[in-house]
């Protein structure tokens, strides 16, 4: 063999990676025909549970296996021997053949003549012609055996793709009972329409390898179905333990994965045909017709193979030269069929280097990187939201997107659209509009198996589980298409998943997480919360269940939310390292009070607006906790006030006496109601209203203070009226049509500006005089006759620093306070940004972080 030349096996990756220094993990390796579906699913968990078996030794024969191979083949279980890969079975074949002559049509798999050779046999090639596509001539091949020969040929063959009807090489053996044939069938299990030969004759043998089709070469695993005889003698040679436990107990399962089997040939069948295509269109290119997950092709003109390797090698692309194949030249190399992204990455690679017969429009992917959780709450949306403020300091244009977003806490853009709060917060942070191609999919939770979805900005309908499950098959294109949209305007785009991409569960419909990163082409940093524990073991673990696409997305770890030296966690990154290959990218300190609003209620649940009581005088503010909260960020501006307690209240025990009671927005206001009355929160409010404390509803809330809800189209509940607080004289109905408003005005009564946006479905009687007079004419908001009592539909109402100061001053005076005399609070997100954007830059890896989006 040319030394010059890849060695067969595949070994050549390593050397040309490190030839052409590229990374092994942005390799293509087109030379090697494995499964472009990577290995199954199960494989890992396979492994996993038979690592203590690999202390014993193994079944000597892998009976158990053999058993699984003849009952697919309908077989003996005495014609059937495994093997560490079929080629181990080549090798040792010719020493108990005793055959006079090997008869190889050519090009071949290149160990059929040198087994031949090692041995001693004369060999007889037979030119496969060019001319008539490399197709196998049987009448030929019938005029050329004698007795004594070995026929070895591949089917399909290797390296051209061809296969043969097996009901001609079994009339060729019929004709020749005193010749063998060997057939190997290593990638028959690609082709839907070709049967095996296995056992259909005394003197037809097959060679098989599970290591390709299930895409586990670094395991070898193979077998071969003999005539009765040979299987005794090469079971006499052959070492014990030639199969480890690891091998035998994968192959098992994988025998018997009927539906990985079919969904590789249908894919397979697939690509090979759109690659084909996209093929076509280069003039120097000889492709040949092929049923295998490979093409055999020949370099037309003055171009040469060799540097056509190099060139690609250079840009992470290994093909195999075919010079050392017999019967061809050096204008003749070997790809795989991958899976479309792979393919047409090698298409538009391909396209820098050899003419086409049109121009082509490489459209390519907008430099990204995504933030996956472990969990959720983990910190995906703040780090979005920080490496957005990074790049913008470092002058890229950048935007933020997230496919699919749960949550309440929402936002209308100025078009009238609404999208999640989070994203809203990362476009501020990039210094962009909001705009919904960001966030897509808003799903607004309305009961515990049922949301509101919202697609492109619009509310399409209420949904259960089962049926947002078969829309997501829609919902994929549409966040596709709105990111290639997106992305096509920016520099850069920096997606953020949701949950976690290890929940097996969802992973099946997919398309906020890793089929998004796929879709984008984005590195994955996954990030996990170390202040809840047990960090390390989730990055392993989510390793664990991640398929193997889905492992080479991710590119390192986050740890975020440390309290401590982070010098201390070296030995747990060695092991994580070690572990899954991958780098801890950097550990974040815990931000506390780091001022951005967050993603949606989980933080509020869990007391993140819960702050220490001032020692010097306030006035106290208790927030109603709603179990369907939404918009809760309309309380945030009162975090940083000096003169302020804001207490979240979840019992009516803790209620108190407070100088404020905010009942914010709810995206099932009749649940909530309900709840508010049986838990005896209401009369608890009701009567801390009639004693003067103020009492605020916000849009659900502003709902809650009327005489009634009535839900005639059942918007958020089957009940169609109930009988609400009755501490404000307003009616309300839900309407099927929602009302989506950016709104900027005045507060009558203080003079003060007042910006913000209303969601709601309700629309509102009052017959006292409104609140708010807006700029467009339009009022809002009303008050009970004492004045103490009012609400409206207003979302961020007290972001209005001047708004939100008097309010806060009224309260004061009416506790009999003096007036404030400290420092002003102004609600800038704009400092906040920048001190979140220094911190997680010093903490996190910039430079490989920069190395991910190819800056």
Known sequence: MNESQPYEHGGNIYAAADKHSVKLNTILDFSANINPLGPPEWLRSVISSELESIVHYPDPTASVLKKCIADQHGLPVENILAANGSTELLYHLARVLHCKRAVIPVPCYVDYIKVMELSGVPVKTVPLLEEHGFVIDFQYLNTLLVPGDLLIIGNPNNPTGKSFHSHDLARLAEKHLDVLFLVDEAFLDFIDTRESLAGSATNIITLHSLTKFYAVPGLRLGYGVFPSTICKALQKILPPWTVNSLAQKVGERAISDVSYQQKTRSICTQNRISFARMLDDFKMLKVFPAEANYFLIRLLGNHSVSSLKTRLADKGILIRDCGNYLNLDNSFFRIAIKNDTDNQRFIDILATILPVHKKRNILKKTPSLMFQGTSSNAGKSILTTALCRILLQDGVRVAPFKAQNMSLNSYVTHDGLEMGRAQVVQAQAARLDPDVLMNPILLKPNSDTGSQVIVRGKALKNMNVMEYVSFKKQAMGIVSDCYDELASHYNVIILEGAGSPGEVNLKRHDIVNMRMARHAESPVVLVGDIDRGGVYASFVGHMEVLNQWERQLVAGFLVNRFRGNADLLYDAHEYVKNYTGKDVLGVIPYLKNHGIPEEDSVSFKEGLFNRTKPEHEHIVIAVINLPHI????????????????????????????????????????????????????????????????????????????????????????????????????IETTLDSTKTLLRKSGTHKKSGKNVTGYEIHHGQTLFANEALFTYDDGSVCGTAATQKNIWGSYLHGIFDSDSFRRWFIDTIRQRKGLAAYTGAISIYDLEPAFDRLADSVREAMDMDSIYQLLRL
């Open 630 to 729: 939404s918009n809760f960020t309309d309380l945030e501006p009162f975090i940083a006030e000096a003169d302020v307690h804001l207490r979240i209240v979840s019992e009516v025990h803790d209620l108190q006496h407070p100088d404020v009671i905010i009942i914010p927005g709810s995206k099932n206001v009749m649940g909530d109601l309900a709840m508010l009355k049986s838990s005896g929160m209401a009369e608890a409010i009701r009567k801390l209203g009639e004693s003067g404390t103020e009492i605020v509803g916000i849009c659900g809330g502003y709902q809650m203070l009327g005489r009634s809800i009535k839900d005639p189209y059942g918007i958020e509940s089957s009940t169609k009226s109930i009988d609400a607080l009755s501490l404000i004289a």
